[in-house]
């Protein structure tokens, strides 16, 4: 039998994650179930939502102790025993933080290998991070051209392609939020932003965002919470809509307190919190936004960066560096060649 | 030439509006302007949303010191400058609390006088109240049958009838928030309502909200904003939808903190705040959401009450009535005979 490993949740973290809570298990690679599929894993996604399965009260019942971590994979098929898949197929999807597993095929999705792409892109522009932009943008926040949008995390991964699918939308005004002078320069130079926010620069974020947008917003594209959501629903114009994707700001914090919500009755305005998984769920929906994105990509308006690690054994140690912010990219970890 | 009276607004209120924060200024009625209907106030509606008016940061730009109080009334047609109204007709719109008050015409409606009804019905469900709870529910929530649905503020003005529209709607389980065993008594036997919580009888209003609807909400009717919102935010059903017609609970205190905005993530939820501004500036769609209404008062579906005090004198200290919650039914001042 070829052996597996796992990385596996030893303990919930309390607050920042960290390297002692989790832990190496063997085991011998087992057969897939009926309408499972095996991969080899060759790529795994560091997400912040990750962090949500860790503990009660994340999007799910909590991940179990003593069981691998969650997360998004890509991978090839070892052996399937679903219809869709054969053996050599490079596929994306729901796995875990190991070196083999077996996934429901309904939860895989196959990667596309468009010429010059790296397989990378399926764990990015081509995979959830680029459809979660487009759900949020596009499906949650319905975008129209002219409009003036703002977008926290605006470096990340999500972030950087929201600000520049808002571009491609035709946004008359694109202001992002981001960590430091080097990500700001960052989303002004690649990632579609008219200028950015530096928020460990400025006391007062939601002045900041006043004088970034002096007529306020009318989308907001929102992965961090805190101090950028409360700032966020100060300016609102009329019938603004808040995609509320992630709350980053949070997630190794009490819950964070809002004062701002007010804003909504003023303003008719709507917050509205979305998850891909419902697009990952809709495969025809989920086909056409593939598609678009592809297009974009074709013609050149689209970059994106990963921030590629190696090694089984380096994948705790990468996903830390999510809430450092110490990463220029989507954070992978490479597990094998292809 | 007849002289008229007001009450103005002598200083800003900080925290609970006193009588001293109102003055009584006279003058001569003045000629309507062109476009313009002058009337005899019969009716003064008091309306949390008045208490916005007050302080900077409210729906608009706040009244300005010394200026009659603005708010909903119905009054007869004295004279007219508008094409559409007549002398004599009877009409409801945004006027002042003053006994003569020139409105523009595209400001006013016709009062419907339906067999049987008093005139204040055009102040409570044919007027704003009835149309805030219709387009709450329907229009903002998309209520559908079978589902849960939450109402605060469940034996005031608008959340009495979200709560009686809830039952016409089909809605499975509606449960209310009131403050006092007679409020909640009369949501279950007048209101629509399945039970009530008696938010001033539980310590953990978010825990009772659990208990009271173990699968979660998908509609909440949302009128008081603060610990009710944030336990509603803590019981939400995938895609359920928030109405987020007021905050009474704040508008006399600091700015209210949610902590339980992740939720609308982790259930792909929204968060929509609305006002009734909106359908009033749409004769078409507000006349036929009356019509609806009008429909199930024929067939004996809704019930409403109406508190009414008498004097132009009282109106300030009818107005300080909501704030205490000493009440049974939407408070109304009536000024004059028909």
Redesign the interface.
């Known amino acids: 039998m070829t052996r597996n490993r796992h990385w596996v949740l030893l303990r919930r973290p309390e607050g920042l994650p960290q390297l002692a809570d989790f832990e190496i298990r063997e085991d011998d690679v087992s057969e897939p179930a009926e309408g499972e599929v095996l991969l080899r894993v060759l790529y795994a996604a560091m997400d912040p939502a990750i962090r949500g399965f860790m503990n009660a009260?994340?999007?799910a019942a909590p991940l179990p102790l003593g069981a691998p971590v969650k997360g998004m994979v890509l991978g090839r098929v070892l052996r399937t025993k679903a219809r869709g898949f054969a053996t050599g197929d490079l596929v994306w999807g729901f796995g875990s933080w190991s070196e083999y597993v077996s996934v429901p095929a309904a939860q895989l999705h196959r990667a596309p290998i468009e010429a010059g792409l790296d397989l990378s892109a399926s764990l990015h522009v081509l995979g959830t991070i680029g459809l979660t932009a487009h759900y949020g943008l596009f499906g949650i926040a319905a975008v129209k051209p002219g409009e003036r949008v703002l977008v926290s995390g605006a470096a990340g991964a999500v972030g950087s392609l929201a600000g520049q699918m808002a571009r491609i939308a035709g946004a008359s005004r694109i202001i992002g939020i981001a960590g430091g002078p080097e990500k700001c320069a960052r989303a002004v130079a690649e990632y579609g932003c008219d200028s950015c926010i530096d928020y460990k620069a400025e006391a007062d974020l939601s002045a900041a965002i006043g004088a970034a947008l002096p007529e306020g917003i009318d989308v907001c594209f929102e992965n961090v919470?805190g101090a950028a959501?409360d700032g966020a629903l100060a300016h609102l114009r009329k019938d603004a809509r808040i995609a509320?994707?992630?709350?980053i700001s949070?997630y190794n914090a009490e819950?964070?307190?809002?004062?701002?919500?007010?804003?909504?009755?003023?303003?008719?305005?709507?917050?509205?919190?979305?998850?891909v998984t419902?697009i990952l769920a809709d495969r025809v929906r989920m086909s056409a936004m593939l598609a678009e994105i592809a297009g974009w990509i074709a013609a050149g308006k689209l970059r994106w960066h990963v921030d590629v690690r190696y090694g089984f054994e380096a994948i705790p140690e990468t996903f830390l560096c999510l809430f450092s912010g110490a990463h220029t990219g989507r954070l992978l970890v490479r597990l094998a060649g292809d």
């Open positions: 009260g994340g999007y919470g959501l509320l994707c992630g709350m949070g819950a964070q307190s809002l004062k701002n919500a007010w804003g909504l009755v003023v303003n008719t305005a709507r917050l509205h919190g979305f998850r419902d």
